[in-house]
């Protein structure tokens, strides 16, 4: 796929090493539900030139309800409040069509799923600049151009889309037809692994843990029995196995094998970033 793209000239030989560099990345945080969504869509802001993004699950894309599974924001520093974002989020959880443009997006694309449209692909600037999307959404932002790309979750065969949008500050250029098949390819590839080796949001996550659980559960999945934890973090075997029993029914399994079978199964790292955080 990606060396197709790469003769067309969409992408350079240097775009596709960064999609395999940026997917296996993800995949060694695909544990973390929050992790890997977070350093995607940071690493796609800094392969498009993008100032701010989102990067979520929705369902019922094709009926237009388009309701929200979960999403994370990825921003510099000082570029919003958390508050001001979880406003505007709050507002599309009650109204589906707060933002008719990405209704618009999920209308184009009902029979040609993943492809990745800036705002100048179907809106044309007259009706942008009056539009709710500018004026409610963007503006007060600081945002103007953007791209949208959805593709079908395929481990499910409910209508459910993993997606991310991308923008760039008022008074910057539009993105590119490379930034956008840098998203689409980036997309058409995570996309297969969601719900794999890349955590879902309804899936519960190691960050979800107390620090000293995390400690735990990362020895547990290094092949630790409860005497060795204990003695490698100074805990009493007895704290060790109420850690343990915890971390068995945060995971819905009954036991070691079973919690190791469930890391082997989704192909996830033996890196863990979260027992240190």
């Given at each position: 796929?990606?060396?197709?793209?790469?003769?067309?000239?969409?992408?350079?030989?240097?775009?596709?090493?960064?999609?395999?560099?940026?997917?296996?990345?993800?995949?060694?945080?695909?544990?973390?539900?929050?992790?890997?969504?977070?350093?995607?869509?940071?690493?796609?802001?800094?392969?498009?030139?993008?100032?701010?993004?989102?990067?979520?699950?929705?369902?019922?894309?094709?009926?237009?309800?388009?309701?929200?599974?979960?999403?994370?924001?990825?921003?510099?520093?000082?570029?919003?409040?958390?508050?001001?974002?979880?406003?505007?989020?709050?507002?599309?959880?009650?109204?589906?069509?707060?933002?008719?443009?990405?209704?618009?997006?999920?209308?184009?694309?009902?029979?040609?799923?993943?492809?990745?449209?800036?705002?100048?692909?179907?809106?044309?600037?007259?009706?942008?600049?009056?539009?709710?999307?500018?004026?409610?959404?963007?503006?007060?932002?600081?945002?103007?151009?953007?791209?949208?790309?959805?593709?079908?979750?395929?481990?499910?065969?409910?209508?459910?889309?993993?997606?991310?949008?991308?923008?760039?500050?008022?008074?910057?250029?539009?993105?590119?037809?490379?930034?956008?098949?840098?998203?689409?390819?980036?997309?058409?590839?995570?996309?297969?692994?969601?719900?794999?080796?890349?955590?879902?949001?309804?899936?519960?996550?190691?960050?979800?843990?107390?620090?000293?659980?995390?400690?735990?559960?990362?020895?547990?999945?290094?092949?630790?029995?409860?005497?060795?934890?204990?003695?490698?973090?100074?805990?009493?075997?007895?704290?060790?196995?109420?850690?343990?029993?915890?971390?068995?029914?945060?995971?819905?399994?009954?036991?070691?094998?079973?919690?190791?079978?469930?890391?082997?199964?989704?192909?996830?790292?033996?890196?863990f970033p979260w027992a240190h955080q």
């Amino acid at each position: 796929m990606w060396g197709n793209m790469s003769k067309s000239g969409q992408l350079r030989s240097r775009d596709v090493r960064d999609l395999f560099q940026v997917v296996g990345e993800c995949r060694e945080l695909g544990d973390d539900r929050a992790a890997w969504r977070s350093h995607l869509i940071g690493r796609l802001a800094t392969l498009t030139g993008a100032d701010a993004g989102l990067k979520g699950e929705m369902a019922d894309c094709r009926s237009g309800k388009n309701t929200d599974l979960g999403v994370i924001i990825w921003a510099p520093e000082g570029f919003k409040p958390p508050a001001y974002w979880s406003e505007h989020l709050a507002r599309f959880r009650e109204n589906p069509g707060y933002s008719p443009a990405l209704s618009t997006y999920h209308h184009l694309t009902r029979t040609d799923p993943g492809r990745a449209l800036s705002r100048e692909d179907f809106i044309a600037d007259r009706d942008w600049y009056g539009s709710h999307d500018f004026l409610k959404i963007n503006e007060p932002l600081g945002v103007d151009a953007i791209i949208w790309c959805f593709r079908p979750i395929l481990s499910t065969a409910a209508d459910e889309n993993t997606g991310v949008i991308l923008a760039r500050n008022k008074g910057r250029r539009d993105f590119s037809k490379r930034d956008r098949a840098i998203v689409r390819e980036a997309h058409a590839v995570i996309s297969t692994l969601v719900g794999g080796a890349l955590a879902r949001f309804a899936e519960p996550s190691p960050t979800d843990l107390s620090p000293r659980a995390r400690q735990v559960l990362a020895c547990i999945l290094e092949g630790d029995g409860d005497k060795q934890i204990a003695t490698r973090l100074g805990l009493s075997t007895n704290t060790v196995n109420h850690y343990a029993k915890a971390i068995f029914r945060h995971f819905g399994v009954q036991s070691r094998p079973e919690l190791l079978a469930r890391w082997i199964r989704r192909g996830w790292c033996k890196s863990f970033p979260w027992a240190h955080q």
